[in-house]
């Protein structure tokens, strides 16, 4: 009962707003949703609990939060972090609330960053320890990204499987897929421009990344989400489109680490953006240097 108290006490004042709708993946079961909401409740003594209708309400009460509420607690998958970002990011960031999120996606690297892997137990745990803490925001040309930009092989994974497949069996869905492309000889022409040097490379698939973690693997292990760097792999051309110069150790992988990166393609082909689909050819990306508050603590 102590611990019960010490957490009102902690939220006191705090006023919350939680979003979810039957779109961002959140338990089926009206006893499942009702379970999650009153732990939420628990946890916090002021707070509002939102079902959206569609994503217009979903973006309007995003925006209507800003300036009203301490904290805004979503629930969704990768793709919905990175709408919220983008929407958030677009006030002022001492009008902007305090962002916690309830993984309900199909990979979710989005919250690993920050201590939330990819359970809701886990998310609740992260929320009721109430870390706050603040971290790097990537601006992607008009656009913002949290863990990934990448192009070439296997970056379109996530957005061109049916989120039926997803549905029924999970992130299976994507390495199924990413096995179908093995095969298929894939190569992308770059024009790499930092503010330190400028080169052009040939490779089957380039990344951008500001996490550990993409397509639920951990792969980037020299990083930090505070820090206002991201880390750059590029991969030289070879068998299963460069995956295996990749898996092992990152042989024959060019690695960067910059908070300014242009990178231009010469195929024309998208980008992905944490999950979705992107801008075409070119790309300008800077780190914004603990630009959001979060919920959570903070990979160094």
Known sequence: MGGFFYTVLKYLGMKVLYLYSDKTGIAKSERKINKLNNKLR????DITIKKTKDLEDFENSIKESVGVYD???VAGG???VKLVVTILMAFPKEKRPILGYIPTGTVNDAGKAVGIKGSV???L???KAGNIDDVDICKVNNEYFTFVCAAGAFSDISYVVKRGYKKVIGRLAYYFYALSQIFKRRIIECEIETKNEKFSVKTPFIMVMNSRNVGGF????DFSVKDGLVEVYITKPG???GLLHYAFFKVKTTKLKVDYI?????????WCFDGERGDKKSVEISVLKQELKVIGKAQK
């Not at 951990?218 to 292990?221: D, K, L, Y």
């Not at 242009?262 to 998208?270: A, G, R, V």
Request: hydrophobic share 40%; proline share 6%.
């Open 218 to 221: 951990p792969v980037n292990f």
């Open 125 to 127: 745990k992260v929320l």
């Open 42 to 45: 628990e946890i916090y003594p």
């Open 78 to 80: 990768d793709g919905t």
């Open 121 to 123: 137990r886990q998310a």
């Open 239 to 241: 068998l299963f489109n």
């Open 71 to 73: 904290a805004l607690i």
């Open 262 to 270: 242009k990178i231009t393609l010469k195929n024309d082909e998208y």
